[in-house]
Every structure is written in C-alpha cells, then in structure tokens.
C-alpha cells in the first residue's frame, strides 16, 4: 500500500434528528470512540453548514471527519475494538449513513 494520506469522510442521518436526548447520546458515543482511536491523525465532528447553493447537500445531521496516516492504518481503524464498540452503542440511532473515502494525491 502506498504511504499517501487517507481520508475517511462519514456522514449519519439520525432516525430523530430533532431529539435533543438521541443526538447527545450519539455524540457522547462519538467523541468516546475518537479518544479511543489509535490510528487517527485527524478527527473532526461537524453539522451541517447549512451553505445556501444548489451543489450543496445538508440534509444530514452529523459527519466525521478522520484522516490517517495511509490505508493500512485506516483498516485497523475499522477493526479496533473502540470503532466497534461506537457501531454497537450508536448504530440504532441512525437511519442512514453514507461514507466517502479518499486518498491524498
């Protein structure tokens, strides 16, 4: 594998994106599973900026934002045990989740 940065953008639709007790929830098991990494370079939780132009899609209610230092470490990031406990705590408030990932030029 080649030794470029990775990228790993994830974005989650909540089942109840209004519901101020799913979304802290959510967040707590987030930020928990982020200060458990050890593969991570970067992380960042966001929301929607809520941009005003037609190329922009807000229709979610949070996105990751990790990066790492090549694909292999990206991989066992998938398979940490911190990375599986976040699926199993927090999968059953979303609906949705879409995951775009790339790879430094």
């Known amino acids: 594998m080649e ?6 953008s994830v974005y989650f639709w909540l089942k109840q994106p209004e519901n101020k007790e799913y ?10 599973f982020l200060n458990a ?3 991570t370079k970067t992380a960042a ?7 005003d132009r037609s190329v922009v899609d807000n229709s979610y209610t949070y996105a990751l ?6 694909e ?6 998938q398979e940490e045990p ?4 976040f699926l199993k705590e927090a999968s059953a408030l979303w609906e949705k989740v879409q995951v775009f990932d ?3 030029l």
């Open 45 to 51: 939780i966001s929301k929607p900026a809520h941009s």
């Open 65 to 70: 934002l990790v990066s790492f230092e090549n």
């Open 82 to 85: 911190a990375h599986l406990l």
């Open 23 to 32: 979304c802290k929830t959510f967040e707590v098991a987030l930020q928990k």
């Open 37 to 39: 990494s050890v593969y």
């Open 72 to 77: 292999e470490l990206h991989q066992k990031y």
């Open 3 to 8: 030794n470029k940065t990775f990228f790993h």
């Open 102 to 104: 790339s790879l430094e």
